[in-house]
């Protein structure tokens, strides 16, 4: 084959004007190809669009599918200087612990009263709230139960604006963390909050004050229904002010959930219904 001669065959085989073909076939050839892939591309999309619209019907908006049989929640405490809970600073220098007052003023905002009782409900306190849906009708969105921020005291910010921490009688602020259907505490017995010293640290931890009295987690603020369908939810606070603890050294504390029915430290999670943190306030500079 001549050089000439294979550039035509090249030239026909994309375009063969004798036949009319294009890259060897004619035009209704690749229409029926292009008709062909366009259908079956709609049928595939179709068929996704099914499963999907299916699948999203089995689902309920405002409850996960899927929760396993999570009984005991986390706690947390407040201020979080970093990932680890350590609150250290000195009295004597302003600028070592404002920080933490500041963060209890961002996290204690949404808690304010007047916010509170845009949001929410004044509840019947001591009761849970409970707002089942009807077999046929959603009972949705629901409703929330006020949290005001008064009722933390002096550690609401509000009387003393450092929240303790300028005269070395620091408040920390505890919150359990949410869990869907939760009812913790029955017949009537509300959760509540102990801290104690860890180990060698008992004779460091001096008295402590609990906000609300006693550290509970009134049942009002229980059953959660989940982010979706509780939309205005305050978890509820129990805040522990200091009052006499040993300064210029660690102290360990650790403080607890009490309920007659949510297990502490399961084999699964060991620090479930519990939290740990070192407190140091030094007074020597
Ligand atoms: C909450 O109240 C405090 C004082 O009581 C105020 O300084 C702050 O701006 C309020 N925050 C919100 C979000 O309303
Ligand atoms: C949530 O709070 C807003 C005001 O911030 C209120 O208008 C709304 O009704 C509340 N929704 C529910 C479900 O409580
Ligand atoms: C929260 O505070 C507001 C105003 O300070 C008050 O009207 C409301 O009753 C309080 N709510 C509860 C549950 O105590
Ligand atoms: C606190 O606990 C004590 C003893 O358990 C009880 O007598 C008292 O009524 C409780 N106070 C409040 C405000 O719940
Ligand atoms: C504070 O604690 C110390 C021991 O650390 C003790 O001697 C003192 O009596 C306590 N003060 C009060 C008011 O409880």
Redesign the pocket.
Known sequence: MSKDEQKTGWKEYIWNSRTREFLGRTASSWGLILLFYLVFYIFLAGLFTLTMYVMLQTLDDHKPTWQDRLTTPGMVIRPKADEYYEIVYDIGKTETWDMYAQALDKFMAPYN??V??EKNN??TPDQNFVQEDSPDVKNNPKRS??F?R??LEDCSGIGDRYYGYQDGKPCIIIKLNRVIGMIPGVNGEAPFVTCGPKREDSDKIGEMVYFPPNGTFNLMYYPYYGKKAQVNYSQPLVAVKFLNITTNQDVNIECKINANNIPLGTERDKWAGRVSFKLRINTIA
């Open positions: 009263n007047s509170q009782v004044a509840c139960c006020q005001n008064t009722i």
